[in-house]
């Protein structure tokens, strides 16, 4: 099944694309549309023989090679690339270069936050900016709306900003906790976020220490307890999720543990704001 839906999807793709895109003659008067079988293997660097049975669902296992170069003679999409890999058993193509991160959330991304009135929320880029938050969020910590843009990172406040050591009664826990889960995430990417790491090393003795034991968490839902200095302790589920549009994002959610006064507590915040 999975063999003939390759083959099934390479011959929908051949035939859809324009041939003059690709600086081919037409086929005949009237058609412009769709590759011949041949003409594919020869740009893909492939046989005729061999690309007739993979279109044919035929028992042949492709190399990753060979649908790297068939998705760029076929003109795919980074999604229907994935797709293509997937149903052969690798896994997505990695982007040559990551797109740098905008400075705030999409606007449909802050209104998804907003409406998570209750429970605090934010956004995180790839290097842990915080690039969006809601207002439940900012009543929990209000700094986030106070410090400069540069200092706007999840890892830099948690290592260097008092309140949020007071916010956090297992500092030593979480802090360590969060350092090995951001150096997990960004793996092959570690070497563009050395400028945050730079600072770290130099402003947070705890994180320079924590640094060099090269711990590596990935991330699980877990309950968290807050101590907020205006209305006592708060008991939250951290949870995580990531936008399928922006998968570069990480948008971070507090839900109330229920049977505890937190859901109160958090409204009682927010009135005063």
């Known amino acids: 099944m999975t063999r003939q839906e390759l083959g099934d999807f390479f011959r929908a793709r051949r035939t859809r694309l324009d041939r003059a895109d690709l600086g081919l003659p037409q086929l005949s008067r009237r058609s412009t549309q769709g590759l011949r079988r041949e003409e594919v293997a020869y740009l893909s660097g492939v046989s005729v023989t061999w690309y007739t049975w993979l279109e044919q669902g035929r028992d042949i296992n492709p190399s990753r090679q060979v649908l790297d170069a068939l998705a760029r003679t076929l003109r795919l999409t980074s ?113 563009e976020f050395g400028y945050l790491v730079d600072r770290l090393n130099k402003a947070s003795e705890a994180f320079a220490e924590g640094w060099e034991r090269h711990d590596i968490e990935g991330f699980t839902s877990r309950e968290r307890l807050f101590h907020h200095p205006d209305v006592g302790d708060l008991r939250l589920e951290h949870h995580r999720l990531v936008p399928s549009d922006h998968p570069e994002l990480r948008l971070v959610i507090y839900t109330p543990v229920s049977g505890t006064p937190t859901a109160e507590r958090l409204a009682r915040l927010l009135t005063r704001r």
């Not at 293509?84 to 606007?107: D, K």
């Not at 830099?156 to 150096?183: G, I, K, M, N, Q």
């Open 79 to 191: 999604t229907e690339h994935a797709y293509v890999l997937s149903l052969a058993g690798f896994s997505a193509p990695q982007p040559a270069q990551a797109p740098p991160h905008e400075a705030t959330a999409p606007p449909h991304v802050q209104r998804l936050l907003d409406a998570l009135a209750g429970e605090p929320a934010y956004a995180l880029a790839p290097d842990w900016q915080v690039v969006g938050w809601n207002a439940a969020y900012a009543a929990l910590y209000p700094n986030v709306a106070q410090v400069s843009n540069e200092d706007r990172n999840l890892l830099w406040l948690v290592f260097t900003d008092p309140y949020v050591r007071d916010l956090l009664p297992d500092w030593d826990v979480t802090s360590h906790r969060f350092l090995a889960e951001f150096r997990a995430e960004a793996g092959p990417r570690l070497g």
